[in-house]
């Protein structure tokens, strides 16, 4: 049973270009998160899909960065006209059901993409 | 403001020492789930243990154990008997309740070193 698949594990673009960066969630979950983590801090929620929907995206800048999880296929965090702050680890989680507060609910994390603008 | 703080950005301990790592969080809402997840320098995120805010019990899982103080709002991981393999980043995350769509706040994490 497959874990959560990121790729590319590595990114390199030059400012300017388009990343974009693919995350297929574990089998039989539906739901997707995206966080970003800065060099030398912690994680930063960006958004929160389901298949086909948008449900948070309080977290993505508001200029550049879209995100989907179409009905078949990956869901794929795009950024556009990458800058060199945009250089981060990019994480996808996934869950089988989304539940606030105390139910135990581990979403599990894929190994990220390690963007890097030059 | 800051929900969830973690002061210590770097602790060193002995080999198989224990190691305790402080979290501090801050929310309103009654219900919400505490995690530790842990990054060592390959850097892919690994889930060590939980605790709900209406458990009774502080959890344990293995080697670590969570010291959940609600009216301190803490949640510090203890790790018994320190191995090497356990030098790594930690980070502290919460998940808030009603209404929340599951997304986790990081804290900024500790970074452990063993000795051996």
């Known amino acids: 049973n497959a874990g959560v698949m990121q790729n590319p594990r590595h990114l390199v673009r030059r400012r300017g270009q388009e990343a974009r960066l693919r995350c297929s969630p574990m089998?039989?979950?539906?739901?997707v998160y995206w966080y970003r983590q800065l060099p030398e801090e912690g994680l930063k929620f960006m958004v929160y899909l389901q298949k086909e929907n948008i449900i948070d995206e309080s977290g993505m800048p508001k200029e550049r960065f879209s995100a989907e999880f179409p009905k078949e296929g990956p869901s794929i965090l795009r950024i556009q006209q990458v800058v060199r702050g945009d250089s981060a680890a990019y994480f996808c989680a996934s869950s089988p059901r989304a539940s606030g507060g105390p139910s135990y609910n581990e979403q599990f994390f894929g190994p990220g993409t390690r963007l890097t603008v030059l | 403001a800051q929900k969830i703080t973690q002061t210590q950005p770097g602790m060193f301990v002995q080999e198989k020492e224990a190691v305790t790592l402080d979290c501090t969080y801050d929310?309103?809402?009654?219900?919400?789930?505490l995690f530790w997840y842990k990054q060592p320098s390959s850097g892919e995120m690994i889930f060590l243990i939980y605790?709900?805010?209406?458990?009774?019990q502080n959890a344990t899982e293995g080697r670590y154990s969570l010291n959940f103080q609600k009216a301190r709002k803490s949640a510090n991981l203890v790790i018994s008997a320190s191995q090497l393999g356990d030098s790594a980043m930690y980070f502290c995350a919460m998940r808030e309740g009603q209404g929340n769509t599951g997304k986790l706040i990081f804290g900024q994490g500790t970074t452990l070193q063993v000795k051996p």
């Open positions: 089998k039989g979950h539906s739901h």
């Open positions: 929310t309103s809402d009654p219900s919400y789930g």
């Open positions: 605790q709900g805010s209406y458990d009774q």
